[in-house]
């Protein structure tokens, strides 16, 4: 399976290598050079020339400040620059300034004069020489600064000798030093930002350099694409390691994110998200009597919580050594959200975005019309009394006596369900504004943002408005205030038709509606349409997250942070069947309450070539689950559906409440010596009232090393080598993903799923088996990585190999009879394994002023083994877990064919109950006799071996094009029509026309399906095999983006500073063989998905999506 998943990798490979071989670069060296001379009797300027032939140094002097006719003698050997120049400018009226890779020669009294103050004015211009409003102009080292204006001009007054630094977001920052001129010009160029050298680790951020793991960022501006409700669904192929799956096209929903691949046998798996410090989770621990009983509960996912253009980064902590100062919910890798803060000394910056998109199905199903349907129903009868067999279904349709078709069963109707119960075209209209600026001492961010969007299916639309403003204050040199706050409502009206299942289940020849246009609500058939109407859907939202901060900077090098963060959702809504011929009503809310208390002491110091920082702190963390609801029946009339008093009864009603607390004590130690040798040690402490008493606390310990092989001395005459640096790491995380308090015994009505009846009155029951031995998941984790750029930085590649066990697996195992539960969550001695290997190779193909072409290509090989298990999760769900085989492993039988006489059938192994026209399974055990246990295998799984993404971007003047696409080979899934072809033909289905021409007919060879029969019911047929399993690999367009940034010439006379202009299109195009309408989605929800669900039932479609927006700022 790994190889046959390479071979189809590998075409993508090859393309990337090709253009990035056809590349040619010059080289440069910085970090730390040395130089040897070894001149006599030279000019000073012969001197200089020698050492910027030798190195990446420039000099700059005046002609009259220097004796050109005086000569020097030098011989050194592997000297810094600074020592070399005080050898050769001793005994002369010459000192110098080193600046970067600038050096600057001058007399020494000049030194005299740097308190002359110069008032300085220029304009700031980018590549193509046009102004920039809004750049940031510090003096180095200074608090004071400015901003330019509208014609990227700008004044201010400073001393000789000063540097000028000059920012803006996106471009490269540049410093300039200040002589006796009064005139400087400044040409930004697009670059890397502060954001790419500056990473999130956990309570604290680091430059990347001094970080020993793998941490991945993916900056916001690539994350603010359109129709996206949770921007966690553009994760996928962006970053090696990193898996998100599109589960669902519903509006709202959002990914399935795992992070080198998954660690528990329960749930799905989802890292823990930490926006602007407050850490949330995917909850899929409600109760199974709440999903069931009210068909699935509305929950917010965490990223549905910000606005995709707030985003300032995403940093994804991977292996343990960065995870685990998140301790015991970092088992599944970490993402931490930082969101957009405002800059000091800068004008108010107005930006309004406005984009509208169209969704529309990525794919439908060729369903049989009306005459094939009728073919095929008639067919199936034939086939089914062909075998003697009377079936009082193919009776309704051909007489067994006569053989003559019963007209009258069929309708005169050509319905295609698929247009009539999803739109054709689903609008998404996306506003949003924000205000950025700041003062000397202060920074401010406000955005306002509104979401209307319609859903694929009829009768369904979401609305989202979003308010969020973040601020910091500076009180004093080292007092600093800051905080935040993100408000939102949504209102969801969804329908019960949101799943193509229904088209499978829904007869094509009968009509819509009746003559008189009305609905045609015949109870006899299944209108689609008459169903939805007859029926509301409705959810809303109230969400928000607010957190504050108070930094205090004391003893110089010390630094005390204390910030605190509440979240709050609160989702309820209602479902309501109308009187047809009785109603039901059915209500329910959740609440959720995040608080946290983090207390962080930090130590920084630079000791010569030693640097050392030192984090210790404290975490608290309070969370509450309020879950009610109630099933109304009889309401007399629909007008007063809403009027719960009105109601005949209540058929059943539920509350739920849960909360826990985490208490953790965490440290982080950093050191470096002379920016080449690196190690990073953390340790974290945390208890957590999941757990009994003794079982209560758990130690989460880390290390990492990693050795910055470029800024040896060795390697200063390889310019080829920008930057080399191999790391090392091993940690510990955890992992507690159970519900709470599974120590104490509870009681309660109702118990499980059902209600205790007891003398026919509901009663209180035992609801749960404690068990005060149930403890953490841990998971120990070792990373080998590498990273190295070359050719001036034009080429870079980033590797890692890692290894994950996670071992005291909690899962359901039997339980005694007499306890009157047949199984419970518990600790186990079950463990599972992750192996695999990341690679990211990037490349600027093209980088001149007019013309750059950015490209990057990531890929993760995985393999996921159980390693062993105790018991199994119960003889009511499949698979078995089983060691040596990953985690959701399709067991199946191996269909050879199909038997097409009776001869075939008696040569055959014995296969009970098999007729001419069924699938002929191998016999693999070699026993004679076809069964399931004996000769079912290993068919596949649903991770993926191989998964990535190569990411695109073309910049030509004001032009700018990504195109992003997705890859993933090497999973399986169940696609339920075949499973139900496989089987028997329902009087109500329908199915593909790819099903009914490869399904088998007397006088047929071998086909992909079996004759299409009433009568297939149960036995060796109903179990997974090759005939319906689905390669689910799958090679996806994911993104074509188009901009085009309007020259501020133009823009002058309307006072706006900049004007883009963007098109995009998503999910425009995908390879693949799965049979299904797409590869990616399943049926559970994104809280629900078990990792071992491999069957998809025709859950909500993808969107296919085209957008066409407008930003604008002043």
Same mark, same amino acid.
Request: glycine content about 8%; charged content about 25%; hydrophobic content about 35%.
């Given at each position: 399976?790994?190889?046959?998943?390479?071979?189809?990798?590998?075409?993508?490979?090859?393309?990337?290598?090709?253009?990035?071989?056809?590349?040619?670069?010059?080289?440069?060296?910085?970090?730390?050079?040395?130089?040897?001379?070894?001149?006599? +009797?030279?000019?000073?300027?012969?001197?200089?020339?020698?050492?910027?032939?030798?190195?990446?140094?420039?000099?700059?002097?005046?002609?009259?400040?220097?004796?050109?006719?005086?000569?020097?003698?030098?011989?050194?050997?592997?000297?810094?620059?600074?020592?070399?120049?005080?050898?050769?400018?001793?005994?002369?009226?010459?000192?110098?300034?080193?600046?970067?890779?600038?050096?600057?020669?001058?007399?020494?009294?000049?030194?005299?004069?740097?308190?002359?103050?110069?008032?300085?004015?220029?304009?700031?211009?980018?590549?193509?020489?046009?102004?920039?409003?809004?750049?940031?102009?510090?003096?180095?080292?200074?608090?004071?600064?400015?901003?330019?204006?509208?014609?990227?001009?700008?004044?201010?007054?400073?001393?000789?000798?000063?540097?000028?630094?000059?920012?803006?977001?996106?471009?490269?920052?540049?410093?300039?030093?200040?002589?006796?001129?009064?005139?400087?010009?400044?040409?930004?160029?697009?670059?890397?930002?502060?954001?790419?050298?500056?990473?999130?680790?956990?309570?604290?951020?680091?430059?990347?350099?001094?970080?020993?793991?793998?941490?991945?960022?993916?900056?916001?501006?690539?994350?603010?694409?359109?129709?996206?409700?949770?921007?966690?669904?553009?994760?996928?192929?962006?970053?090696?390691?990193?898996?998100?799956?599109?589960?669902?096209?519903?509006?709202?929903?959002?990914?399935?994110?795992?992070?080198?691949?998954?660690?528990?046998?329960?749930?799905?798996?989802?890292?823990?998200?930490?926006?602007?410090?407050?850490?949330?989770?995917?909850?899929?621990?409600?109760?199974?009597?709440?999903?069931?009983?009210?068909?699935?509960?509305?929950?917010?996912?965490?990223?549905?919580?910000?606005?995709?253009?707030?985003?300032?980064?995403?940093?994804?902590?991977?292996?343990?050594?960065?995870?685990?100062?998140?301790?015991?919910?970092?088992?599944?890798?970490?993402?931490?959200?930082?969101?957009?803060?405002?800059?000091?000394?800068?004008?108010?910056?107005?930006?309004?975005?406005?984009?509208?998109?169209?969704?529309?199905?990525?794919?439908?199903?060729?369903?049989?019309?009306?005459?094939?349907?009728?073919?095929?129903?008639?067919?199936?009868?034939?086939?089914?009394?062909?075998?003697?067999?009377?079936?009082?279904?193919?009776?309704?349709?051909?007489?067994?006596?006569?053989?003559?078709?019963?007209?009258?069963?069929?309708?005169?109707?050509?319905?295609?369900?698929?247009?009539?119960?999803?739109?054709?075209?689903?609008?998404?209209?996306?506003?949003?504004?924000?205000?950025?600026?700041?003062?000397?001492?202060?920074?401010?961010?406000?955005?306002?943002?509104?979401?209307?969007?319609?859903?694929?299916?009829?009768?369904?639309?979401?609305?989202?408005?979003?308010?969020?403003?973040?601020?910091?204050?500076?009180?004093?040199?080292?007092?600093?205030?800051?905080?935040?706050?993100?408000?939102?409502?949504?209102?969801?009206?969804?329908?019960?038709?949101?799943?193509?299942?229904?088209?499978?289940?829904?007869?094509?020849?009968?009509?819509?509606?009746?003559?008189?246009?009305?609905?045609?609500?015949?109870?006899?058939?299944?209108?689609?349409?008459?169903?939805?109407?007859?029926?509301?859907?409705?959810?809303?939202?109230?969400?928000?997250?607010?957190?504050?901060?108070?930094?205090?900077?004391?003893?110089?090098?010390?630094?005390?942070?204390?910030?605190?963060?509440?979240?709050?959702?609160?989702?309820?809504?209602?479902?309501?069947?109308?009187?047809?011929?009785?109603?039901?009503?059915?209500?329910?809310?959740?609440?959720?309450?995040?608080?946290?208390?983090?207390?962080?002491?930090?130590?920084?110091?630079?000791?010569?070539?030693?640097?050392?920082?030192?984090?210790?702190?404290?975490?608290?963390?309070?969370?509450?689950?309020?879950?009610?609801?109630?099933?109304?029946?009889?309401?007399?009339?629909?007008?007063?559906?809403?009027?719960?008093?009105?109601?005949?009864?209540?058929?059943?009603?539920?509350?739920?409440?849960?909360?826990?607390?985490?208490?953790?004590?965490?440290?982080?130690?950093?050191?470096?010596?002379?920016?080449?040798?690196?190690?990073?040690?953390?340790?974290?402490?945390?208890?957590?009232?999941?757990?009994?008493?003794?079982?209560?606390?758990?130690?989460?310990?880390?290390?990492?090393?990693?050795?910055?092989?470029?800024?040896?001395?060795?390697?200063?005459?390889?310019?080829?080598?920008?930057?080399?640096?191999?790391?090392?790491?091993?940690?510990?995380?955890?992992?507690?993903?159970?519900?709470?308090?599974?120590?104490?015994?509870?009681?309660?009505?109702?118990?499980?799923?059902?209600?205790?009846?007891?003398?026919?009155?509901?009663?209180?029951?035992?609801?749960?088996?404690?068990?005060?031995?149930?403890?953490?998941?841990?998971?120990?984790?070792?990373?080998?990585?590498?990273?190295?750029?070359?050719?001036?930085?034009?080429?870079?590649?980033?590797?890692?190999?890692?290894?994950?066990?996670?071992?005291?697996?909690?899962?359901?195992?039997?339980?005694?009879?007499?306890?009157?539960?047949?199984?419970?969550?518990?600790?186990?001695?079950?463990?599972?394994?992750?192996?695999?290997?990341?690679?990211?190779?990037?490349?600027?193909?093209?980088?001149?002023?007019?013309?750059?072409?950015?490209?990057?290509?990531?890929?993760?090989?995985?393999?996921?083994?159980?390693?062993?298990?105790?018991?199994?999760?119960?003889?009511?769900?499949?698979?078995?877990?089983?060691?040596?085989?990953?985690?959701?492993?399709?067991?199946?039988?191996?269909?050879?064919?199909?038997?097409?006489?009776?001869?075939?059938?008696?040569?055959?192994?014995?296969?009970?109950?098999?007729?001419?026209?069924?699938?002929?399974?191998?016999?693999?055990?070699?026993?004679?006799?076809?069964?399931?246990?004996? +000769?079912?295998?290993?068919?596949?799984?649903?991770?993926?071996?191989?998964?990535?993404?190569?990411?695109?971007?073309?910049?030509?003047?004001?032009?700018?094009?990504?195109?992003?696409?997705?890859?993933?080979?090497?999973?399986?899934?169940?696609?339920?029509?075949?499973?139900?072809?496989?089987?028997?033909?329902?009087?109500?289905?329908?199915?593909?026309?790819?099903?009914?021409?490869?399904?088998?007919?007397?006088?047929?060879?071998?086909?992909?399906?079996?004759?299409?029969?009433?009568?297939?019911?149960?036995?060796?047929?109903?179990?997974?095999?090759?005939?319906?399993?689905?390669?689910?690999?799958?090679?996806?367009?994911?993104?074509?983006?188009?901009?085009?940034?309007?020259?501020?010439?133009?823009?002058?006379?309307?006072?706006?500073?900049?004007?883009?202009?963007?098109?995009?299109?998503?999910?425009?195009?995908?390879?693949?063989?799965?049979?299904?309408?797409?590869?990616?989605?399943?049926?559970?929800?994104?809280?629900?998905?078990?990792?071992?669900?491999?069957?998809?039932?025709?859950?909500?479609?993808?969107?296919?999506?085209?957008?066409?927006?407008?930003?604008?700022?002043?």
């Amino acid at each position: 399976m790994f190889s046959g998943s390479f071979r189809n990798f590998r075409y993508i490979f090859f393309i990337f290598l090709f253009f990035c071989g056809r590349v040619t670069a010059t080289t440069t060296s910085y970090d730390h050079e040395k130089i040897s001379l070894d001149l006599t +009797d030279v000019s000073l300027l012969q001197v200089f020339k020698e050492i910027e032939g030798k190195s990446s140094y420039k000099f700059f002097f005046k002609d009259e400040d220097i004796d050109l006719g005086k000569r020097f003698s030098i011989k050194v050997k592997d000297k810094k620059i600074d020592i070399v120049l005080s050898r050769i400018l001793k005994n002369t009226s010459l000192t110098f300034h080193i600046h970067k890779h600038h050096v600057t020669i001058k007399p020494k009294g000049v030194a005299k004069k740097v308190t002359e103050r110069i008032k300085v004015k220029g304009k700031v211009q980018d590549e193509n020489s046009l102004p920039m409003l809004g750049v940031s102009i510090l003096i180095k080292g200074t608090h004071r600064g400015i901003s330019t204006g509208m014609d990227g001009e700008y004044e201010i007054v400073v001393k000789k000798g000063d540097i000028l630094v000059f920012s803006y977001l996106g471009y490269v920052d540049k410093e300039k030093e200040v002589q006796s001129t009064s005139s400087l010009d400044v040409q930004m160029v697009r670059g890397d930002t502060t954001l790419d050298k500056v990473v999130l680790v956990g309570y604290d951020s680091m430059e990347k350099h001094n970080v020993t793991s793998p941490v991945a960022s993916v900056k916001g501006d690539e994350l603010g694409l359109p129709g996206i409700s949770t921007f966690d669904r553009l994760l996928g192929g962006r970053i090696a390691g990193l898996s998100a799956l599109q589960v669902s096209g519903k509006p709202g929903a959002g990914a399935i994110v795992n992070i080198r691949g998954v660690t528990s046998f329960r749930g799905a798996n989802q890292p823990l998200y930490v926006i602007d410090g407050t850490p949330l989770v995917v909850e899929d621990n409600l109760p199974a009597y709440f999903n069931n009983g009210f068909g699935g509960v509305y929950r917010t996912h965490p990223l549905e919580l910000i606005e995709a253009l707030d985003v300032e980064s995403v940093d994804v902590l991977k292996d343990a050594a960065a995870a685990s100062i998140y301790g015991s919910r970092a088992a599944n890798g970490v993402v931490l959200i930082t969101t957009k803060r405002g800059k000091k000394n800068r004008k108010p910056k107005l930006t309004f975005n406005y984009r509208y998109s169209c969704n529309s199905p990525i794919r439908k199903n060729e369903m049989l019309d009306a005459a094939e349907y009728k073919e095929m129903l008639i067919g199936a009868a034939r086939a089914t009394q062909k075998h003697n067999m009377y079936n009082g279904l193919a009776a309704l349709i051909v007489n067994p006596e006569t053989n003559k078709v019963n007209e009258g069963y069929f309708g005169d109707a050509d319905v295609a369900w698929q247009d009539e119960i999803t739109r054709s075209s689903a609008d998404v209209h996306e506003i949003n504004t924000n205000l950025v600026g700041g003062s000397k001492k202060s920074t401010y961010y406000f955005s306002l943002g509104k979401t209307m969007q319609e859903g694929l299916f009829v009768g369904e639309d979401y609305l989202k408005n979003n308010l969020r403003a973040n601020y910091d204050f500076d009180l004093t040199d080292k007092i600093k205030l800051g905080g935040g706050f993100n408000y939102q409502t949504s209102i969801s009206n969804y329908s019960l038709l949101s799943s193509l299942d229904q088209v499978f289940s829904t007869r094509p020849d009968i009509p819509v509606r009746n003559k008189d246009g009305s609905l045609n609500e015949d109870a006899r058939y299944s209108n689609l349409l008459a169903f939805g109407n007859s029926t509301k859907n409705k959810d809303e939202a109230i969400n928000f997250i607010g957190n504050g901060y108070a930094k205090f900077t004391f003893l110089k090098d010390v630094t005390f942070r204390t910030a605190m963060q509440y979240a709050i959702t609160d989702s309820k809504g209602y479902k309501y069947y109308k009187v047809r011929p009785y109603s039901q009503r059915t209500d329910y809310e959740t609440k959720t309450y995040n608080a946290t208390w983090d207390n962080t002491l930090q130590y920084a110091k630079t000791f010569s070539r030693h640097y050392t920082s030192l984090l210790v702190g404290t975490a608290f963390d309070y969370r509450r689950l309020d879950l009610t609801g109630a099933i109304y029946v009889g309401l007399p009339t629909d007008v007063f559906s809403d009027v719960i008093s009105l109601a005949g009864g209540v058929f059943n009603a539920y509350d739920h409440l849960t909360e826990s607390r985490l208490h953790s004590y965490f440290s982080r130690l950093n050191y470096n010596y002379d920016r080449r040798y690196y190690v990073m040690l953390s340790n974290r402490l945390d208890g957590y009232s999941k757990f009994g008493p003794n079982k209560r606390w758990a130690y989460f310990p880390s290390i990492g090393v990693s050795w910055q092989t470029s800024n040896e001395a060795f390697m200063n005459n390889m310019d080829v080598i920008d930057d080399l640096r191999f790391r090392f790491s091993i940690g510990r995380t955890g992992k507690a993903n159970l519900p709470d308090f599974l120590h104490r015994r509870f009681y309660g009505s109702p118990l499980e799923d059902s209600p205790t009846i007891i003398g026919g009155e509901t009663g209180i029951g035992l609801a749960n088996v404690a068990d005060k031995a149930i403890g953490w998941e841990k998971t120990e984790e070792y990373n080998v990585g590498m990273n190295v750029s070359l050719f001036d930085k034009r080429f870079s590649l980033s590797t890692d190999y890692f290894s994950r066990l996670t071992s005291g697996m909690i899962m359901y195992l039997p339980n005694l009879p007499s306890s009157g539960f047949n199984r419970r969550l518990k600790s186990s001695n079950s463990s599972m394994e992750n192996k695999g290997l990341e690679v990211t190779l990037e490349a600027q193909l093209l980088r001149n002023k007019d013309v750059q072409w950015i490209s990057a290509l990531n890929i993760t090989f995985l393999k996921n083994t159980i390693k062993s298990v105790e018991g199994n999760l119960g003889p009511s769900l499949s698979p078995l877990l089983e060691e040596g085989v990953s985690l959701g492993s399709i067991y199946g039988l191996v269909a050879e064919g199909i038997f097409k006489n009776e001869d075939e059938i008696k040569e055959h192994a014995i296969q009970e109950g098999a007729r001419v026209g069924d699938l002929k399974f191998v016999d693999l055990n070699g026993d004679g006799v076809i069964n399931y246990r004996g +000769d079912a295998k290993v068919l596949g799984d649903i991770q993926p071996d191989i998964y990535g993404g190569w990411n695109n971007r073309f910049i030509f003047r004001n032009f700018e094009v990504g195109v992003d696409l997705q890859f993933s080979f090497g999973l399986e899934k169940r696609w339920a029509p075949l499973e139900r072809i496989t089987t028997y033909v329902n009087y109500g289905n329908n199915i593909t026309k790819e099903m009914y021409e490869n399904s088998w007919k007397p006088g047929k060879g071998d086909t992909k399906y079996p004759e299409l029969r009433f009568d297939r019911y149960g036995g060796l047929y109903s179990y997974p095999s090759t005939a319906n399993v689905g390669d689910a690999s799958f090679v996806r367009l994911k993104n074509i983006s188009f901009q085009y940034h309007i020259p501020r010439r133009l823009l002058k006379k309307l006072k706006i500073s900049s004007a883009t202009i963007y098109t995009n299109s998503t999910n425009l195009l995908t390879w693949t063989k799965y049979p299904g309408v797409d590869p990616e989605v399943v049926s559970t929800s994104g809280f629900n998905l078990n990792s071992r669900d491999s069957r998809d039932y025709l859950g909500y479609h993808l969107p296919k999506t085209m957008s066409w927006g407008i930003r604008l700022s002043f």
